[in-house]
């Protein structure tokens, strides 16, 4: 995801000269652009951060945040999951400006959306230039109450997951009733890629778009009666996966 930012603010006309990464790893050759360390004691004294993306792991936020609490300056802009404000703060200090962040994978292609909540310390400039730089891979949208990140990651940071299954299942589905395996995964990839670019482009709701295809006593409308079966349908199924992973969130706070 950190990837993905970096060459959305390149594609957008971010200066490359104001960039510096801190990755172990090293970047691929297509953000060649940019400054790279692979330490943060490797980074020039000269060198005053805005902004402070972190994009790592959140069972390893403990062990990577404290170094760059010197840079009491900068707004640190997090896209790990699960960790609340007051992890960063507890670690950062008190005065320091956090934004808390879910993406999702979709930003790859400029396509995601990301949803934020800042601290009281984050000014109205940094939030303005937070959303700037997320919206070089997406769209962007602002909470204020931040018990609802954990919906969040789950219904959009998790979601694009829930989308590939629908298209394996579709696929194994056509394949059980014997469709090739290239031709099904073909149909199942098509389908649901141009239903997802109509959702995106129509005015019509989701209900509107679904009745519109569904002719009554139609093949579609004999599928749906199973898919939206009240006791073994999909509706129940999505709540449940849902709640499960609002759960992990929470998980991850402590």
């Not at 960063?88 to 320091?96: K, N």
């Not at 014997?178 to 649901?192: D, H, I, Q, S, W």
């Not at 519109?212 to 579609?220: L, R």
């Amino acid at each position: 995801m950190g990837q993905a930012l970096i060459g959305g603010w390149l594609d957008q006309g971010f200066a490359a000269k104001n960039i510096l990464v801190v990755e172990p790893a090293g970047l691929p050759a297509s953000l060649a652009a940019v400054t790279v360390v692979t330490d943060i004691h490797d980074i020039p004294s000269a060198f005053t951060p805005t902004v402070i993306l972190l994009a790592v792991k959140p069972q390893v936020l403990g062990t990577v945040l404290p170094d760059y609490a010197r840079f009491s300056n900068a707004t640190f802009l997090s896209i790990a999951a699960g960790k609340p404000l007051s992890f960063y703060s507890g670690i950062l200090g008190p005065s320091a400006a956090i934004v808390r962040a879910m993406p999702n994978t979709p930003a790859s292609i400029r396509k995601g959306i990301t949803v934020c909540v800042a601290n009281q310390q984050v000014s109205d400039k940094a939030r303005t230039l937070c959303s700037s730089l997320l919206e070089t891979v997406g769209l962007v949208d602002w909470i204020e109450d931040e018990s609802l990140m954990d919906a969040v990651t789950a219904v959009s940071g998790s979601g694009p997951a829930y989308v590939f299954l629908l298209a394996e299942v579709m696929a194994a589905a056509g394949m059980r009733n014997g469709l090739p395996e290239a031709l099904a995964n073909k149909l199942a990839r098509a389908t649901v890629a141009g239903a997802g670019e109509l959702l995106g482009k129509s005015i019509d709701s989701a209900t509107q778009l679904r009745n519109n295809v569904t002719s009554p006593g139609g093949t579609t409308a004999a599928a749906l009666e199973v898919l939206m079966d009240d006791k073994r349908g999909i509706s129940d199924l999505m709540r449940e996966a849902v709640a499960a992973a609002i759960k992990r969130g929470q998980d991850l706070a402590k």
